[in-house]
């Protein structure tokens, strides 16, 4: 007795029908992909490979600073820039400046208070090894190296608590590795 088999065999011609789709599917993603890059270099939100980093501070040379001098640096104050009566100090472009420091399976400071509906600029750095900085609930999720500065700006629109987490295994104490973002209401305007 003979099996006859209830699946269809494919012959050369359909096989070359396949074959030319999966071409085609190729072709297409890599015509996108070159549109891409190329609109991500028109329109200027590629990384900088050189020159000074975007909105760094001074101290901060090329997006780079010295991770075992940190003393020398804003980092070495980690929290929200304020002046002398404690109130946040603007910078020249119209937001205010947030410095963290990743190493030790620790975020220092451990937690930040922000004001709601104002854009932040956090510059963000590791001491150690490389570290992961992810604000759980937003799209932001960037890598810490040691002696990089990461500079995003961020605006928290509703008061409310933010977890960030360390998303890149760096040791055995890496699942402590949390800080917390207060994002408290904006102040009452004074009265006159």
Excluded at 18 to 27: H, K, N
């Amino acid at each position: 007795m003979r099996r006859t088999s209830s699946v269809p065999r494919l012959d050369h011609h359909a096989l070359e029908r396949y074959e030319r789709i999966w071409l085609g599917l190729a072709v297409v993603m890599s015509v996108l992909l070159f549109v891409g890059v190329l609109a991500s270099l028109i329109s200027g939100t590629y990384p900088r490979l050189s020159g000074q980093g975007g909105g760094h501070s001074m101290a901060v040379t090329k997006g780079r600073i010295d991770p075992a001098n940190l003393a020398a640096t804003p980092f070495a104050k980690p929290g929200l820039v304020v002046d002398a009566a404690g109130q946040p100090v603007v910078n020249d472009q119209g937001t205010l400046d947030a410095y963290i420091v990743a190493g030790n399976f620790t975020f220092q400071p451990a937690v930040l208070r922000l004001p709601a509906g104002r854009p932040v600029t956090l510059h963000v750095t590791a001491t150690d090894v490389a570290h992961g900085f992810q604000i759980t609930g937003t799209n932001v999720n960037v890598e810490l190296l040691p002696g990089h500065v990461a500079t995003l700006t961020v605006t928290f629109r509703h008061p409310g608590e933010q977890h960030v987490i360390c998303n890149e295994y760096c040791g055995l104490g890496h699942h402590n590795m949390i800080t917390r973002f207060l994002v408290e209401p904006p102040a009452p305007a004074a009265k006159e």
